[in-house]
């Protein structure tokens, strides 16, 4: 069919002059003159311009936004290292009861011990499961948890009259780890994989150095191998007095099956927003809280929540920490959802989570074996990676042709091109709430996409054609950058 | 395609053509390429110095971005302006209307270590 | 389990398929002996019910703004959150999407967040803004970075009237940085720009204000702007939201990079998260802002579309050049906040801002007026301002009005010891005349 009315209008241009979306109260104190108390110069010359609607058209615009977007709710979303799984209605509606909402952050503790006491048990759920001595629930996302990290590990080292500025990052890293080093002030060097994609140990002990601070290694790594020398590489790093981080981007892989502390780990950070259930927002928010051994434990950000003769409380009394990274405590909100999320598993079924998310990730690749090139052999723990080298050279279909395609069959594109070391990469992550069959009619539909792509490749090239619009001219974007509306003056 | 003749390259896809006393630079046409839409070109100052072996700008295209490296000690005494509003022209001409900048070489006997037409050409 | 789509009659299935006896044959890289063996020790699965009887409970046990008249605010404000927000932004279309890196699946939020990006610039004045940073504190940090970078410069200053709690947050992101900080100091309340101009030198990359400041009052911003940029540094200002529907916008006053807390526009107080934090600029920094951005362009048939643009400046290309580690931002706060902007329009966001003004300048006439309590500073301001009490302990206050049910303020001893007699008052718009006379009340009962 025809797509008629494309486009949704903005905002700006549907504003009618006069109409607002709000019933404000009239002003009931005696009014004071604004520009006998304020001087001129910091007055508004002029109103700010927004739009005018009434409320019923702000609803059906963002309504109509809404209609547009894939999600997890309505699609199969297998994008790797994102956790992409259902994220429970309970969550939901434990974050939105008004006695979490309406906390102030500086309110009297007395006042606020619900939510002390909710921040204190997620405290303790996710040092257990990281089997670490302590956890920060400060960082504001996974990218500011490695950042809080390395501050910490930094801090350490200081303590003990160090000035160690080195991090070793493998090749397969998540490109948060090297900017966060960057933040922090510190070099990065890349060690090598191994043929098998895991850390290559002779590229690391040639590349240690006494001025290493750590090596940060996500795993199962992103290629969805978990590398079973990691208590090596814990020694590695030990022995020259350097820090193991680990990524907990995966976690969902390991949770309840081995933990990060037992394994040599120092420190971490956790996604709650991946492992924990908690929705990604369209892209946050997320919250990134860090786990460290006890070593570590003095430098983590101040306040602590803590619980000292029956009452929880701020502990501010750490002369070491490194200090605040976020304003007031974190990520409250998000919070709420992950400890809901993880009381309702408990102890069993944290564990049938990492164990049917690495049930499903193997049965699908199984599944595309026979279609798609697997660089990596199975098994694989949470999520896998194929590459569509084949279609390329056979056809001239690349990844992203796949992707676009899968798009008109109703499923979110798995992540692409990523990680850098895969040509034609596709890093698929099932988790583990998807049913037998979503994953059946995705291996499918795989299939059909591989077939199509020696019997009618122009498929895959105009795709998508179910979308609001066809592929995006992103260079036109790059070259000139059109980033706001502009009222004609 | 055979590359230019006029000229020296690095391995790094970078092009030095003599023009009087200076020196053009700009990227290969199989960098351009392997860059695909070219979207931004960060080029340095009229004014600063640069050396062999260093950066003086970059190129970007919508998911990549890519140093442009100097194979000779010298000062940059123009920048192609033009770029500024159309990146595109190093795809569409790389080894002429695509150049980035003009230098005033220091030693013009260091054109002599960059590689010779032929070198290049067997190295991509 | 119930969040589990795989029954455990097709795990069997499953694991035939793949060729493997047990699920634990996929841990089999995992080494034995780091294996738990058993299970974690956390408590026992709980059902739907006791878990929502228990989670009732603990959100009953607080005594929050929703339950006790507030007069908080110190960065989080108690404002009116028109119910459209709630209804719009918790659609699971939003809620459930990830980061709309495939432009076609997601045109719905990159559209909503050009529109935030827009009005964002709108009520700045300033040219350029990203999709969102995770909140005020961090964005301040982030912009002293950008101003180094920018400048190439390693001294910055910043009012000790910016809320201490950012100060702190760009203390420890600087202190891996080859940077010094210097405070401004502002014993009247505001800076004051020959003392400013005094601490500016060659090596200043930017001066740090906030405008209205931590203690609520306007700062001569203009003044200011002239002094740092005579040096050839930066002007970085953290704003109030919804200050900006009355007092000048950072545009108009030469700021150069403007940071804000956008908890104010429709988003919950939360105990402190998840905020929203904004960063604008103007256009020539546009490739050193930290975060996503969104543009306007076309698809292949010329019809307008949108999509993440400018991600070279991003940590997932540029690695470890980019000019942040952001990846996750706060996404569904800026939906949020669009939609706010959005229902409120033009007019309404003028009148609630007026209303904040009018309400926090009857509170303190009113407060003013009774023996042993002023105004601790004569700056104007805008609808958060801190009383002096000169007789009694500033605990007293609380005490007295929390018994009265209400939220009197913040004490600002912890910050400022010079200040321990001193309260931060905040009245929004919600605040009605009733209120606010219940709060002068208490004043009135214990300064007699």
Request: hydrophobic share 40%.
């Amino acid at each position: 069919m025809e797509k008629i009315d494309h486009d949704i209008k903005l905002l700006f241009e549907q504003s009618v002059e006069g109409q607002s979306g709000v019933n404000l109260p009239q002003c009931d104190v005696p009014e004071a003159s604004v520009s006998e108390a304020i001087p001129s110069a910091l007055l508004a010359a002029t109103p700010v311009r927004l739009p005018e609607m009434c409320e019923r058209e702000v609803t059906r615009h963002f309504t109509r936004l809404s209609e547009r977007m894939m999600s997890v709710d309505a699609n199969f979303y297998p994008l790797g290292s994102c956790t992409m799984k259902y994220n429970p209605k309970i969550n939901e509606w434990a974050a939105d009861l008004p006695g979490f909402t309406a906390g102030h952050p500086y309110q009297d503790v007395q006042d606020i011990q619900g939510s002390m006491e909710l921040m204190y048990r997620l405290r303790q759920l996710l040092e257990e499961i990281a089997g670490l001595s302590e956890v920060s629930l400060h960082p504001a996302a996974g990218a500011h948890g490695e950042l809080t990290a390395m501050m910490v590990v930094r801090a350490y080292f200081r303590d003990r009259g160090e000035n160690r500025d080195e991090v070793l990052i493998p090749d397969t890293a998540h490109g948060t780890n090297p900017a966060s080093c960057a933040l922090c002030g510190e070099r990065v060097t890349i060690v090598k994989s191994t043929p098998e994609g895991l850390v290559d140990l002779d590229d690391l002990a040639a590349k240690i150095t006494d001025n290493t601070a750590a090596m940060m290694i996500t795993n199962p790594n992103t290629l969805g191998l978990f590398d079973k020398s990691i208590k090596k590489i814990a020694d590695i790093l030990h022995q020259r007095g350097a820090q193991l981080y680990l990524d907990g981007a995966n976690m969902n892989a390991i949770m309840g099956q081995v933990r990060p502390g037992d394994c040599g780990v120092d420190v971490m950070h956790y996604n709650l927003h991946k492992t924990f259930s908690t929705p990604h927002g369209c892209g946050g928010p997320g919250a990134g809280p860090i786990a460290v051994a006890e070593h570590l434990a003095p430098f983590l950000p101040a306040p602590q929540v803590d619980f000292v003769d029956g009452k929880y409380v701020w502990d501010f009394n750490r002369p070491k920490s490194i200090g605040k990274v976020r304003t007031f405590y974190g990520q409250f909100g998000v919070m709420v959802r992950a400890y809901t999320y993880i009381r309702a598993l408990g102890h069993s079924g944290i564990k049938n989570v990492s164990d049917k998310a690495v049930l499903a990730a193997n049965y699908l690749g199984k599944k595309l074996e026979p279609f798609y090139t697997l660089p990596y052999p199975l098994p694989c723990m949470h999520e896998f990676v194929i590459s569509a080298e084949k279609q390329k050279d056979d056809h001239g279909i690349r990844a992203l042709d796949i992707a676009k395609q899968l798009i008109d069959y109703g499923i979110h594109p798995p992540t692409i091109y990523f990680p850098l070391i895969v040509s034609e990469c596709m890093m698929i992550e099932p988790t583990e709430t998807e049913t037998l069959e979503t994953l059946d009619r995705f291996a499918a539909i795989m299939q059909r996409i591989a077939e199509q792509a020696r019997t009618n490749p122009e498929l895959a090239h105009q795709a998508p054609v179910t979308t609001p619009v066809s592929r995006v001219d992103e260079v036109k974007a790059a070259r000139e950058p059109n980033l706001r509306w502009r009222y004609k003056e | 395609m055979p590359v230019p003749q006029d000229r020296k390259y690095l391995k790094t896809h970078e092009w030095f053509k003599p023009e009087g006393d200076l020196v053009v630079v700009g990227i290969t046409d199989h960098a351009a390429q392997e860059l695909t839409d070219i979207t931004f070109v960060q080029m340095p100052k009229v004014g600063t110095k640069i050396s062999a072996g260093q950066s003086f700008g970059e190129v970007e295209s919508v998911k990549a971005t890519s140093e442009i490296y100097s194979g000779i000690d010298g000062e940059v005494v123009e920048i192609n302006e033009e770029l500024s509003s159309n990146p595109g022209l190093i795809n569409s001409d790389a080894f002429n209307a695509g150049w980035i900048i003009k230098v005033r070489p220091s030693d013009t006997s260091q054109l002599e270590k960059l590689l010779s037409p032929g070198d290049y050409e067997n190295f991509i | 389990m119930a969040y589990s789509g795989i029954s455990q009659k097709q795990v069997r299935h499953m694991l035939d398929t793949i060729g493997v006896a047990r699920i634990d044959d996929l841990f089999a890289d995992i080494p034995a002996e780091l294996r738990l063996g058993k299970l974690l020790n956390l408590p026992e699965p709980m059902d739907d019910l006791s878990l929502q009887n228990h989670l009732r409970s603990l959100a009953n046990r607080n005594h929050g703004t929703d339950k006790l008249i507030s007069f908080l605010g110190a960065g989080s404000y108690d404002h009116f959150i028109p119910p459209v927000v709630d209804a719009l932004a918790s659609r699971s279309e939003f809620v459930t999407a990830y980061t709309p890196y495939q432009a076609e699946a997601s045109q719905g939020v990159l559209q909503a967040f050009y529109e935030f990006q827009t009005m964002i610039c709108e009520i700045t004045g300033m040219d350029v803004t990203n999709a969102s940073m995770y909140e005020a504190g961090s964005a301040t940090a982030e912009a002293v970075l950008m101003a180094r970078d920018i400048t190439g410069r390693s001294k910055v200053l910043i009012g000790q009237n910016v809320h201490p709690e950012y100060v702190q947050i760009v203390r420890t992101y600087l202190a891996s940085q080859p940077m010094t900080i210097e405070i401004i100091p502002t014993p009247t309340g505001t800076i004051e720009p020959s003392v400013l101009a005094s601490l500016i030198d060659d090596q200043t990359a930017a001066v740090v204000i906030q405008q209205p400041d931590f203690f609520g009052c306007l700062n001569p911003v203009d003044k200011i702007a002239d002094a740092i940029h005579a040096a050839k540094g930066l002007l970085i200002s953290v704003v109030d939201p919804i200050s900006l529907g009355l007092i000048a916008g950072p545009g108009q006053l030469g700021v150069d990079i403007v940071v804000g807390e956008g908890q104010p526009l429709g988003l919950y107080q939360n105990f402190g998260g998840p905020y929203l934090g904004f960063m604008a600029a103007k256009s020539a920094y546009l490739r050193r802002l930290p975060g996503r951005l969104i543009g306007m362009t076309t698809d292949h048939e010329g019809r307008r579309a949108f999509c993440l643009t400018l991600q070279t400046r991003e940590q997932h290309i540029r690695r470890e050049r980019a000019t942040s580690n952001i990846c996750s931002n706060e996404g569904l706060m800026a939906i949020r906040a669009a939609i706010y902007l959005a229902a409120m329009g033009k007019n309404g966001f003028f009148q609630v801002a007026n209303l904040c003004f009018q309400k926090a300048h009857y509170a303190a006439s009113q407060i003013v007026g009774i023996e042993g309590f002023e105004l601790a500073f004569k700056a104007p301001f805008f609808k958060e301002f801190v009383v002096r009490s000169k007789k009694f302990p500033v605990d007293k206050v609380i005490h007295e009005a929390r018994q009265a049910g209400l939220l009197a303020g913040v004490p600002l001893e912890c910050w400022y010891p010079e200040l321990g007699d001193c309260l931060l008052v905040a009245v929004t718009e919600k605040r009605t005349r009733d209120e606010i006379d219940a709060l002068v009340d208490v004043f009135r009962k214990i300064g007699g």
